[in-house]
């Protein structure tokens, strides 16, 4: 498994296509940040914000890197599909943590801030809920589930908006809310946690949707 996720990293290295949501979070996160001096929990949550949509754009395009004929070459030799598609959302979690730590450290370069370890936490708190929410959505959106590219666009964002807007439908929108009105990252460490278990298992359904769907066309 470890060679198949550092296949799958260094494929979507080469083909350079990491660099457009790359490009987008860096750039909004120096949007929303710059010459911010608030709190550092409404600061993590717009960076959060970001991330989700990076998140969904980096799977989908680390899943679509393949034709289906390469892909059922990859399937073969990595002894299934449920391998490659575990594998896929590994290499594209690790994409999300190095993002992470970006928009860890990004908002100190921008802002002016004073750091705290609880502040920190948070921010990675917030920032996995993202990215394990915007996993779940660019599996169920990739090329895996919908052939045409224009209908996976629109599926995307739809469960996006509704992952940011709907209130209380996704651990997302749960932890904007209570970010954006957190005086202390202290206060909300541990509810943002819980939300962090419920969109770790949010994408193990997206997982295991996507999983069924490919079975049933291969």
Not at 21 to 31: D, E, N, R, S
């Amino acid at each position: 498994m470890i060679s198949l996720v550092r296949y799958m990293f260094t494929v979507l290295l080469l083909s350079q296509r990491y660099l457009a949501p790359l490009l987008l979070f860096t750039g909004l996160t120096a949007v929303l940040t710059s010459s911010d001096t608030g709190p550092l929990a409404a600061t993590y949550s717009a960076v959060a914000g970001v991330m989700l949509l990076c998140s969904a754009w980096l799977t989908i395009a680390l899943i679509g890197l393949e034709d289906p004929a390469h892909r059922a070459i990859v399937v073969v030799t990595a002894g299934g599909h449920r391998r490659v598609l575990l594998g896929s959302v590994a290499a594209a979690a690790a994409w999300c943590l190095l993002l992470t730590a970006a928009g860890l450290a990004l908002p100190m370069v921008f802002g002016s801030h004073t750091v705290r370890p609880v502040d920190l936490a948070l921010g990675t708190e917030a920032q996995l809920i993202s990215a394990f929410t915007g996993m779940a959505i660019g599996l169920v959106c990739s090329r895996l589930v919908f052939r045409r590219q224009g209908y996976a666009l629109v599926a995307a964002l739809v469960l996006l908006l509704a992952a940011l807007l709907a209130k209380g439908v996704s651990p997302v929108n749960i932890m904007l809310t209570d970010l954006q009105h957190a005086t202390d990252s202290a206060d909300v460490l541990g509810s943002t946690g819980v939300l962090v278990a419920a969109a770790v298992l949010l994408l193990a359904v997206g997982t295991a949707v996507t999983h069924v769907i490919t079975v049933r066309k291969s």
